[in-house]
């Protein structure tokens, strides 16, 4: 037990550090390529704090815990969104109308799109070459009309630092990816916990420590582009790219558990902040106070109900 548990906070550990290195070294590399600031939020950074949720859901899904790799799809975007951007609002508040009104319908429709796979009872290979096709897609599209202007993101480095940082932090969350989903496997097996609770929950929230991190020094400089941006990039990306690749290697079939309450909070997180931003241009403390009391309730439930 105690070994497992280590396996956990050391995977914990490797996941964060090596998703700050990975994305700094993403972002290195992006300004010396004079990327905008709102392209990088929303591509290099959002998604390059997903890579551990990748490698995770990768690794659980060879594993045979399909629990473990949905959940974390799913989990971690409602983290993202009622955690991450709540916190980030609570700190200072949020006002991205401009990205929120482009991509957050991108979200929407990725997300409507996750809620139909997942009732179809399984995610296979078919489903998975089209989310991965959507996402490059999207990724095109982004490039080529990311444009606008943002804020600044700190200054980089040389070139060579840049690559050093993403390869030290690729390895980082390779392996730390190996010992979360071991260690949490192996902990949900004493405690008769599902694969999918401990997915959900345990798993979804260190895999998404790089995105609060991002999220949260993003806020309080008050890079709202940046914050919003990240959040946003990063639930496309768990869906198109983690459920698309994931799927593409290992079929996926949707454990029943995951069709009832977790389903639906996953639909109404996107669904929140999206409405609030188009409708305000803003997210105030009022909503972040909201969202983590929301998000508190939801994995209280959880934990309870796998008692």
């Known amino acids: 037990m105690l070994t497992d548990l280590l396996l956990v906070c050391g995977g914990l550990v490797a996941l964060l550090l090596g998703g700050e290195a990975l994305v700094r070294g993403a972002v290195i590399v ?24 990748l490698m995770t859901s990768l690794y659980a899904a060879g594993d045979g815990l399909p629990g473990i790799a949905l959940g974390n799809v799913l989990g971690s975007n409602i983290a993202n969104v009622l955690l991450i951007l709540g916190v980030a609002a609570l700190i200072a508040p949020v006002a991205a109308k401009a990205v929120v ?10 997300t409507a799109l996750c809620v139909v796979l997942m009732l ?30 943002a804020d600044d993101l700190p200054a980089g480095g040389a070139l060579w630092q840049g690559f050093a940082y993403f390869l030290a932090g690729l390895a ?13 496997s192996a902990i949900a097996r004493v405690f008769g916990v599902s694969d999918a609770v401990i997915g ?4 979804a929230v260190g895999t998404s420590l790089p995105e609060l991190v991002t999220t949260v020094m993003a806020a309080r400089r008050g890079q709202g582009a940046i914050a919003v941006g990240n959040v946003i990039g990063s639930n496309i990306f768990n869906v198109l790219g983690i459920l698309g690749i994931t799927a593409m290697v290992y079929p996926l079939t949707v454990p029943a558990e995951m069709l009832g309450l977790s389903l639906w909070v996953f639909a ?27 998000y508190a309730a939801y994995t209280a439930v959880l934990v309870i109900g796998a008692l």
């Open 30 to 53: 992006a300004q010396r390529a004079g990327l905008s600031p709102m392209v990088i939020g929303l591509t290099l950074v959002g998604f390059g704090t997903s890579t551990p949720e």
């Open 200 to 203: 959900l929950t345990i798993v």
């Open 101 to 110: 009104g482009r991509d957050g319908w991108v979200m929407l429709a990725v």
């Open 120 to 149: 179809s009872g399984s995610v296979g290979r078919g489903a998975g070459l089209l989310c991965v096709g959507v996402l490059v897609v999207y990724l095109v599209w982004t490039l080529l009309t990311g444009t606008a202007e």
């Open 172 to 184: 980082g969350v390779v392996l730390g990816a190996g010992w979360l989903v071991d260690g949490a």
């Open 268 to 294: 109404l997180a996107a669904l929140a902040p999206a409405a609030l931003m188009l409708a305000t241009g803003r997210l105030g403390r009022g909503a972040g106070v909201a969202f983590v009391g929301a």
